[in-house]
């Protein structure tokens, strides 16, 4: 019964995680980071301008190349039926709703994350982050059939773990052992089943069913899910708060230069998302339905 209750804590904790930063938007970022165009410095200062009717009404931001691209397969999805996306009304209530908590609540928790801490120390915190990832990943490869990979992983925690001070300096990378990510939902999506309905969940950020059921099945491979540290065990809630605000934190210009340029926020990141995990399955293979970045 206290492993049930511990288990089904931590799937919320992990979920509140996921709403308040997407951790798909770490991956989008390294997809499409090298493509990405900085806005117009004209055009960004002219908006708020023209909204308090300083500048003609023509001005508007410039369109980022994450954005652009995730309009263009947005416009090609077409309809909620073309998309997937038969939920798409309700779907799209959840999103605004949560838009309102990011803006509310989770940005301004990253912005003063950033403020306090100096970026030295919060790439440690990320690195030490990612190091803890490292079982279910192994796990994940392992279940691909991609022994090379598992083999990496574990070579990258042993050095990470050990001249890296338990991770929190990323001295593998260095060393020509770079990071790669995996989990269920990519495994089940190597063996060929789709992602399901495209859904938007509270708190939970996009989670078709079979990436949901990934990240319920993570929990389970994770070793840390079975470790007890005296009878309240807050420090899964802080591991996952901080890497919630972490991430949130990295992401940040990432995520409002898309709002900022989007003809339609909520179908761009529908589309960058699914681009991005995409991407994730074939580790990073081109496919011939997907933009060329």
Do not use: C
Request: charge should be negative.
């Amino acid at each position: 019964m206290r492993l049930r209750t511990h288990l089904l804590l931590t799937a919320t904790a992990l979920a509140l995680a996921w709403g308040a930063s997407p951790a798909w938007a770490e991956e989008a970022v390294e997809m499409v980071g090298a493509n990405t165009e900085q806005p117009d410095a004209t055009a960004i200062e002219a908006a708020p301008a023209a909204e308090q009717g300083g500048a003609p009404a023509s001005a508007a931001p410039a369109q980022t190349q994450p954005a652009a691209d995730a309009d263009k397969q947005a416009a090609a999805d077409g309809t909620a039926e073309d998309a997937n996306d038969p939920l798409e009304g309700l779907n799209r209530g959840i999103f605004h709703a949560s838009l309102v908590t990011d803006h509310i609540l989770f940005r301004p928790l990253a912005l003063g994350y950033r403020a306090v801490v100096p970026k030295p120390v919060r790439n440690s915190i990320r690195n030490f982050l990612n190091n803890l990832d490292s079982p279910p990943i192994f796990a994940n490869e392992l279940l691909q059939g991609d022994f090379k990979q598992a083999g990496t992983t574990v070579v990258r925690f042993g050095i990470n773990s050990t001249v890296g001070v338990g991770g929190l300096f990323e001295v593998a990378d260095d060393w020509g052992f770079p990071r790669h990510t995996e989990d269920f939902g990519q495994t089940l999506g190597t063996y060929g089943m789709g992602e399901g309905p495209y859904l938007f969940l509270p708190l939970a950020g996009p989670a078709p069913p079979r990436d949901l059921a990934g990240r319920v099945v993570d929990i389970f491979l994770d070793p840390l899910t079975y470790v007890h540290m005296g009878s309240q065990n807050y420090w899964r809630y802080v591991r996952v708060g901080t890497d919630a605000i972490d991430l949130r934190e990295r992401n940040i210009e990432t995520l409002d230069d898309i709002e900022r340029t989007s003809v339609d926020y909520y179908a761009s990141i529908r589309s960058l998302y699914r681009q991005t995990r995409n991407n994730e399955i074939r580790n990073g293979q081109p496919a011939e339905n997907l933009p060329d970045f």
